[in-house]
Each structure stands twice: as structure tokens, then as C-alpha cells.
């Protein structure tokens, strides 16, 4: 039955909205994020399509939360994050702070680590953070250098 929708419907919604590839492509992907990087978060998800050329600015993409977070049209279907009531004291302040923000966009270094944590799975955050995390989690929260471990000093 999975086959047969996607051989029929897939192609169908690629050619009504513009899109290619498989609507259930890849794995599920997730990570933990400190709350400090929740904005930063937002403005990569939101300028994504523009950044890889795929799509609109973050004021036209449909699945953009700019528009909310902007002011341009706020949405009861969506909470507000408590990182974005620190960006002014009143709503106006709030929304310009975050119109600003995602005019200055987020740097290649920001857009490398939270490339890697949403891609790769690792969790993301200060030192403190992830030391914390890694003393309450069994596994490896964060990647190992890349390489060989080295070896040991050997005794004559």
C-alpha cells in the first residue's frame, strides 16, 4: 500500500507545491538544545529555504514562524518561546527586536553548530550545559575528535 501512494501521491504533491524528493525520507532526527539557542533556532529554520536556494525569504515560506514572531500574523497555534520575552519589554519591541535579528541572520559558525546538531544528533549548549547533560545520559551526548585515539605512552 506504501509503495503503491508513493508512486502515485508523492509525485502528485511534488508537482502541486513546487518540491522534489520523498515526503518520508531520512530517519526522525532530534537533539537536545540549551534554551540559550532557542531564537537562534527559530532564525535558522526560518531563513533555511533561502539559505540552500530552495525557497522564499522567511516572510513568504508557509512553514516559517517568522510571521508570527515578526507580528505580521500572529498565530494561536503556536507558543511563544520565554527566550523571545527577553528580545523587548512590549510586543512592539519584541517583534522588531526579532525582525531585526532575522535581517542580521546568524553567523556561519552558528549555522555549522546547529547544522551539525540537528543533522547529527549531538546536544548543543555552554560547557556547563553539556557537562550536566553528559552525567545524567549513558550515552556520548557530544562527537569524539576526529582520528585515531592516540596511544600510550609506552615504557622502556
Known amino acids: 500500500m506504501m509503495q503503491a501512494m508513493s508512486r502515485s501521491y508523492v509525485p502528485y504533491f511534488n508537482r502541486k507545491y513546487l518540491r522534489r524528493g520523498t515526503l518520508w525520507g531520512g530517519r526522525f532526527r532530534s ?22 536556494g530552495d525557497g522564499p525569504g522567511p516572510s513568504e515560506y508557509a512553514w516559517s514562524s517568522y510571521a508570527h514572531y515578526s507580528g505580521a500574523k500572529p498565530s494561536a497555534q ?29 553567523d556561519v559558525r552558528q549555522v555549522r553548530q546547529l547544522s551539525d546538531a540537528v543533522n547529527q544528533g549531538w546536544a548543543l549548549g555552554d560547557a ?8 545524567a545520559s549513558i550515552r556520548r551526548i557530544t562527537p569524539k575528535a576526529p582520528g585515531r585515539p592516540k596511544k600510550a605512552p609506552t615504557r622502556p
Open 128 to 135: 556547563g550545559f553539556l557537562d550536566q547533560l553528559q552525567r
Open 78 to 106: 503556536l507558543s511563544t518561546l520565554a527566550q523571545y520575552w527577553a528580545l523587548g519589554n512590549t510586543p512592539f519591541a519584541r517583534e522588531a527586536a526579532y525582525r531585526a535579528q532575522s535581517h542580521t541572520g546568524i
Open 31 to 52: 537533539s537536545v538544545l540549551q534554551a540559550d539557542y532557542a531564537i537562534d533556532l527559530l532564525h535558522y529554520f526560518d531563513s533555511h529555504p533561502q539559505r540552500t
